[in-house]
């Protein structure tokens, strides 16, 4: 395919429907890494992963393998995994603790933000090479900032803050963090990484579908109301058992007690219009009663019940990050071609809460995240299915126009479906999707949101 | 009961345990997860069973790190429910497996349970593509009503911790 230009970019995301071409074409993938994944804050992992100086983990940006490290000054640093001699990959542990990097080709040895620190034989270079020159050193990512720990860079030397980018979303992050009594929360427990093949697109666009679980979800949910209750668990198959069932509400439940919310930069969540106790029926739950009267220990009670009516379920950053925080869990979406995505799934320990709690924690991301979870399995089939759907060249436009009549405005900035079935959070992320590929402003690049 | 069972009832409470008894017994469960017999599979195992993969290797409990399967004995029982379902999507195609299990080990035993290593290796096809898995096995064994049944089932894959497509027939 020739090189894309934007206006013709801009003709395939149309009023309530986009072209196929957008979740199948190459180019586009490559267009989209430079221009969403290059510019956009990509989130990157939490600062609990380095909380020492020295401290370090490897992760991707888009296809770029980077470094996150606390360097010697206590800063955050994000470099690319590239000696800046002939472009060995320098770190290879997945993380850990280092007081310096060094290529093990010919041993140029860096500094933790990257500046060349010693170079062996320096004798033999050009009389013009400098080792403190920025070309001596390996390369930064242009922005980091962080969130109340949560990291983000971006490769743009300029642009919107972190914060202006997550706009309304920020709240999102405070609830994950606000309800650990000690007022910090700490990656733990492990990770998942699944893989399908089928865009990167489509993990976010289900994880607000709310009209999904009824159909995809059946055999999970069939098997979970069948099964008997007295038969021994020792609390993680109670917990599956019970988010299999709750897939199973009928539509009448999404309809008049769920609903979605959608903010600028394709932002959204999912959320309760209500109150907080159905999906996870926690305030039965003697472990979840303990950790309350933690936090009211630690918060004060009017503060406590303040965190805890935050009823949100999965919260979206577009283009990366999806994450809940009743059960403190966390999906980070890596691109790798047009048709085969990448997630990375995190736990995160509430300081000062019950240990038994972090066992839940635990017990509901085997279900929801896990690679052989009765659950997720179902999905993945889903992403791999219209992965193979879309690539056939039989019709070339799909629907995105559920609720698109309905939609109506939201406090902050939002819009908002008029229940939890409405696509606009689908809509939402093409507006920004637009904005970004065409380097339109957002409002500018409205097809979906207009009202 | 099953072909394993009829065996293994040569072994009374109390007896020494034979390695090659505990051999076709994993045979004998190998096959019956071939032959897709998920319901005899899941009468191997006791009421207060566990059933574990672990996502990391050397992990040390289920409880504080995730899995990539950790089935107490009420979710064991829905997973095996859920695989007889004709709307179980991920499973349509059905995937025909295909398993060697080898270098069976006694680990260690005494009257009431013996714990017992092997090898397996397994081929998945489905829809067109091969996967193929392999690792080590921990059963814990007991004799239950006469039988030897699973009270604890480990399988350390070798790829535990790589990116993986979903995992919907048991190792
Ligand atoms: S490539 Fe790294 S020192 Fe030569
Ligand atoms: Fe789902």
């Keep these: ?451 | 009961m099953s072909a394993s069972a009829a065996s293994s009832t040569t072994v009374d409470g109390g007896a020494p345990w034979r390695r090659a008894d505990c051999e076709d017994f994993l045979v004998h469960e190998a096959r019956l997860l071939d032959e897709a017999q998920f319901d005899a599979w899941l009468a191997l195992f006791t009421p207060d069973a566990q059933y574990w993969v672990p996502s990391e290797p050397n992990q040390q409990t289920p409880h504080h790190t995730v899995s990539l399967i950790y089935d107490d004995r009420r979710l064991l029982e829905t997973r095996v429910r859920r695989l007889a379902s004709p709307r179980i999507y991920s499973q349509e195609p059905r995937s025909r497996t295909s398993r060697i299990v080898a270098n069976v080990t006694l680990e260690e035993s005494s009257p009431d349970y013996a714990i017992v290593r092997s090898k397996f290796m397994m081929i998945e096809f489905r829809r067109n593509e091969q996967r193929l898995f392999g690792g080590t096995c921990f059963h814990r064994l007991v004799r239950y009503d006469g039988a030897l049944c699973i009270r604890l089932k480990r399988v350390d894959l070798v790829n535990c911790d790589a990116p993986l497509d979903g995992l919907v027939v048991p190792f």
């Design chain 1, 1 to 451: 395919m020739e090189q894309q230009p934007a206006h013709s970019i801009a003709q395939l995301v149309q009023p309530a429907r986009v072209h196929r071409s957008l979740y199948t074409d190459p180019q586009i993938f490559e267009l989209e890494l430079k221009h969403i994944f290059g510019t956009a804050w990509i989130y990157v992992g939490h600062e609990s992963q380095v909380r020492n100086v020295g401290d370090y983990f490897c992760t991707m940006l888009g296809r770029k393998a980077v470094i996150v490290v606390r360097d010697a000054s206590g800063k955050l640093q994000v470099i690319h995994n590239q000696c800046a001699h002939r472009g060995a990959m320098v770190v290879a542990s997945d993380k850990g603790h280092t007081d310096e990097f060094q290529c093990c080709y010919h041993g140029w040895t860096y500094h933790l933000d990257g500046r060349l620190k010693a170079i062996p034989l320096l004798h033999g270079y050009p009389a013009d090479f400098n080792p403190k020159s920025g070309k001596t050193a390996m390369t930064q990512v242009a922005r980091v900032m962080s969130y109340r720990g949560f990291i983000f860079v971006s490769e743009a030397a300029d642009g919107p803050s972190l914060e202006e980018a997550l706009n309304h979303m920020t709240t999102s992050i405070d609830d994950m963090v606000d309800r650990a009594p000690d007022g910090d929360i700490e990656v733990a427990g492990g990770t998942f990484r699944h893989v399908y093949n089928g865009n990167w697109k489509l993990y976010l666009e289900n994880l607000c579908d709310a009209a999904h679980p009824w159909f995809t979800h059946r055999s999970s949910i069939d098997a979970a109301q069948q099964q008997k209750d007295d038969v021994l668990s020792d609390g993680s198959g109670e917990i599956a058992i019970r988010q299999m069932r709750q897939n199973g509400a009928p539509y009448s439940f999404w309809e008049s007690q769920v609903g979605i919310w959608t903010y600028p930069n394709g932002h959204s969540y999912l959320g309760d219009y209500h109150d907080d106790s159905k999906l996870v029926a926690a305030m039965n739950d003697p472990v979840f009663r303990d950790y309350i009267g933690m936090l009211e220990a630690k918060k004060g009670k009017a503060e406590a019940r303040r965190i805890l009516e935050v009823s949100r379920w999965n919260s979206n950053v577009y283009p990366n990050l999806s994450f809940m925080s009743q059960f403190q869990q966390l999906r980070v979406i890596h691109p790798i071609a047009v048709n085969r995505t990448e997630v990375h799934t995190y736990c995160f320990k509430l300081r000062g809460a019950p240990e038994r709690m972090f066992q839940n924690t635990i017990s509901f991301a085997n279900i929801v995240n896990g690679t052989g979870s009765l659950v997720l399995t179902d999905d993945l089939e889903i992403y791999n299915r219209i992965g193979i759907g879309l690539s056939s060249e039989g019709a070339d436009w799909i629907e995105i126009g559920r609720g698109y009549q309905s939609d109506g405005p939201a406090d902050h900035g939002g819009r908002q479906g008029k229940n939890s079935t409405s696509e606009i959070y689908i809509r939402n992320m093409f507006d920004a999707w637009l904005s970004y590929m065409t380097g339109t402003p957002a409002s500018a690049a409205l097809r979906q949101g207009a009202a």
